[in-house]
């Protein structure tokens, strides 16, 4: 493929990207941390208001692990998928 398709392409995957991603949606994906990888962020009978209050995200659908954690860290921007 001509490197000028390729980025046109490219363009139109971003373009399409922003389009449909909204940020609940982001936020949602960012939450979705496994048990075993979640970093407290509350403290034990936090509730999901004071939870999402400080910035986190509250899933008490896991006994035995925090139900208030840091959402994942989103590092890698999606422009690097495309080079
Ligand atoms: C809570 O976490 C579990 C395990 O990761 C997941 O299956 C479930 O969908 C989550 N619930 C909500 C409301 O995000």
Sequence with gaps: ??????KVICVLVLVSMLALGTLAQAETEACEVEPAERQNCGFPGITATQCTSRGCCFNDSVRGFPWCFHPKAIEVPPEEECF
């Design 1 to 6: 493929m001509a490197p000028m398709q390729n």
